[in-house]
Each structure stands twice: as structure tokens, then as C-alpha cells.
């Protein structure tokens, strides 16, 4: 398993602490390990990591509503047009 800081369980434990808090997020993040380690002993299957990115890659609209809200919040005219007609 990979000791950076960008990857999966970083990015979890990120989320979860913006919206339960740290206590919760590590727990939950140490549930989420236990559950890596059951499957990987079960399956025999190497540990693949899913990115820092899996939840932006998983939700890509809430990803564009929330960025457009947080513009819309700092007194930007947001205006979305996409990149093949940007040119």
C-alpha cells in the first residue's frame, strides 16, 4: 500500500473530516482499511489503489455544481461552456 498523501484513503478521510469531523473520519477510515485488508485476504487479490481523484472521476457533476457554486459564492457570473467549444 502506498504511504502518500495523494490517494484514496487520503482523499476519504478529506471528505469525511469536512463533514463529520476527524474522529469520525478516522474512524471510518480505519473501517475502510479493515474492509481492504477482509477482501484482500479473502479474494487473494492485490490492493489496487483508486486515486485521490475516485470521487471527482465517480460524481463529475456534483463536482461541477459545487466548484460553480463556490464561484458564485465569491461574486463571480459563472458562464460553462465546454472545452471542444471554447476554441
Known sequence: MSTKRNNYLSALYRRLAARRGTKRAILAV?????QIAFY????????RELGADYFDRLHPYRVKRHLVRRLESLGFQVNL????QAL
Open 81 to 84: 461552456v465546454p472545452a471542444s
Open 30 to 34: 480505519a473501517h475502510k482499511l479493515l
Open 40 to 47: 484482500i485476504l479473502r479474494d487473494g487479490k492485490c490492493y
